[in-house]
């Protein structure tokens, strides 16, 4: 399983009442193989001040990968640029990926992600310009290339033609075949929610290139030193192995970004119920009981159904309180 960034683990570990070595290992022994080396925007806290105030620091996103990495959990690196950083914010930051990398090991590549601006709530007046995204990227193989042997490009963010074109700039990956992206398609990005195999391998031989297949720790599957092919699954061999080369409609497949923002059932609504005393909830809300819960929000029943709530005792950041009234607690999502 490749999942958690370092801002969840510090959420998950926060949550569960563990110090991050101790989650991770929990994690790593239920079947977590590597972590995405993703929020860590540019690693200054001047500028993450700026873009993201308070959430995880510089200090503690070094800590928790550099802790994955002592624990054999290998993960990705990140940078996004094009904001409110400078020039040389980027190479501070291309310097400590690369100086924690000589120290681990533990990065399968750098990933650099140019920055959406569209819809994004940080207010920007444009994003990095094509120059400058393919001098960022020629840069981090310039600087990374002889420790972090792999540089990805986002086809989300730069489009299949400018990944094809960074194909020739220092990029040997185009990363996955993502399903249902949502982080940069809200943000306004619009070059797709996935791309096909045979799409990645077009373009891959476009670049010159033979295509090949990975898995997450960079261990070549197969590769395809075949012609070009001239529309999705050409041969039998690849047809039968990627299934989703065979998929007509994505969005009606799989759903989309678009779909799942305009579904009634997965609107927010506040509900607030006394029940006895006033309680501060920390991180989920309250619910009555399960069979009184619609929903659309409505409450119904009596008062006395069912709550918990897990407020802070005594002022101690790391001990709760748990009050329960009822027979059954049903937890909501704030």
């Known amino acids: 399983m490749h999942a958690f960034s370092p801002e969840e683990v510090k959420y998950g570990a926060h949550r569960a009442r563990l110090d991050v070595r101790d989650y991770l290992t929990a994690l790593r022994e239920a079947g977590l193989g ?9 690693l200054d806290d001047a500028v993450r001040a700026r873009i993201s105030p308070g959430r995880i620091a510089t200090a503690e ?3 928790t990968i550099r802790t994955a990495h ?6 990705t690196s990140t940078m996004m640029f094009g904001h409110v950083e400078t020039a040389a914010d980027r190479l501070r930051h291309m310097e400590l990926i690369r100086d924690l990398q000589r120290d681990t090991g533990g990065f399968t ?10 819809e994004a709530p ?3 007046e444009h994003g990095p310009s094509g120059v400058d995204v393919i001098r960022t990227h020629a840069l981090a193989r310039v600087m990374l290339g002889a420790d972090i042997p792999n540089l990805q490009v986002s086809w989300v963010k730069e489009g299949m033609r ?3 074109h960074l194909l020739g700039c220092g990029v040997n990956d185009l990363g996955g075949t993502l399903i249902n992206e949502s982080i940069s398609t809200a943000a306004g990005a619009t070059h797709g929610q996935l791309a096909a195999p045979a799409v990645l391998r077009r373009a891959a031989r476009a670049a010159g290139r033979v295509p090949a297949e990975r898995t997450t720790l960079y261990r070549v599957r197969r590769t395809f030193a075949g012609p070009t092919e001239h529309r999705p699954a050409q041969s039998a061999e690849e047809g039968a192995a990627d299934p989703l080369d065979r998929v007509d409609d994505a969005e009606a497949r799989f759903g989309s970004y678009r779909r799942l923002t305009a579904d009634p059932r997965f609107r927010f609504r506040r509900q607030v119920r006394e029940v006895g005393r006033a309680v501060e909830v920390e991180g989920e809300a309250v619910a009555i009981d399960r069979h009184e819960a619609q929903a659309g929000g409505a409450c119904g029943g009596d008062m006395a159904g069912v709550a918990v709530g897990v407020a802070e005792a005594g002022g101690r950041a790391r001990e709760a309180e748990r009050e329960r009234v009822g027979a059954e607690v049903v937890p909501i999502r704030r």
């Open 34 to 42: 590597s972590l995405p080396g993703t929020s860590a925007e540019i």
């Open 61 to 63: 996103w070094i800590a």
């Open 70 to 75: 002592e624990l054999g959990i290998p993960t």
């Open 109 to 118: 590549e750098f990933v650099p992600l140019s920055f959406v601006h569209a």
């Open 122 to 124: 940080l207010v920007v």
């Open 162 to 164: 400018m990944a094809e």
